[in-house]
């Protein structure tokens, strides 16, 4: 299955700052996803991000907040911007492999304080 | 878009006892897949299924997918303290492609 580097692992940010959370994969894939996850809850997808297009949101999640980039086929960065108590969580990428399910990246846990 | 009911939310068992968690959906699935995540980590694929009745067994975990594709359930024989974590079950989302879109997840403690 795919590796994916994700980070930073952890961060304490201030109100009103951003972050930029950064995903390298081992190899290329066409899609990258992001998701957050509230302690204690499920994960919720945030967008999907393909090479070269715009990352397409999911309801709830507008680009203004939730940047993303997408150089290359191995690369992608969420940026959570003007941060707010209630951004607090865990944000990880992911990638898809035909029959090899999904593959996260560790994960990076946000608090804004 | 697509959803999947996920119960029990929790679920406390004595080890060597068994344990299964169910997912349901409203509408027939083309697939669906299983992960486990262990406290303080990220969600590790343990299956997909497929084909309409399947089962698929990895050592003491069993997984079904219903006939009608509407519903999945993931057994556990005889659990140990190992088996502890956070148990999701995931469909694709027709609103958004490939991606997936996950249960609520059901957490299973065990004491030994």
């Known amino acids: 299955s795919a590796v994916i580097s994700q980070k930073p692992s952890r961060d304490i940010c201030q109100r009103g700052t951003s972050l930029t959370i950064q995903c390298q994969v081992d190899s290329q894939v066409t899609m990258m996803f992001w998701y957050r996850q509230q302690p204690g809850q499920s994960l919720t997808l945030i967008a999907t991000a393909n090479q070269g297009s715009e990352a397409t949101y999911e309801s709830g999640f507008v680009i203004d907040k939730f940047p993303i980039s997408r150089p290359n086929l191995t690369f992608s960065t969420l940026t959570v911007s003007n941060m707010s108590p209630e951004d607090s969580s865990i944000y990880l990428c992911?990638?898809?492999?035909?029959?090899?399910?999904?593959?996260f990246g560790s994960g990076t846990r946000l608090t804004v304080v | 878009g697509q959803q999947v009911m996920q119960i029990p939310q929790y679920q406390h068992v004595q080890e060597g006892e068994d344990f299964t968690t169910y997912c349901n959906s409203s509408t027939t699935l083309s697939n669906i897949q299983w992960y486990k995540q262990r406290p303080g980590g990220h969600p590790v694929f343990l299956i997909q299924?497929?084909?309409?009745?399947e089962v698929k067994k990895q050592k003491r975990l069993t997984f079904q997918f219903g006939e009608a594709k509407k519903n999945s359930s993931l057994h556990i024989t005889a659990t140990q303290t190992t088996d502890v974590g956070t148990y999701f079950c995931a469909v694709h989302s027709n609103q958004a492609g490939t991606a997936l879109i996950f249960g609520k997840g059901t957490t299973l403690s065990v004491s030994s």
């Open positions: 992911s990638v898809a492999r035909a029959g090899q399910g999904y593959t």
């Open positions: 299924l497929v084909k309409s009745g």
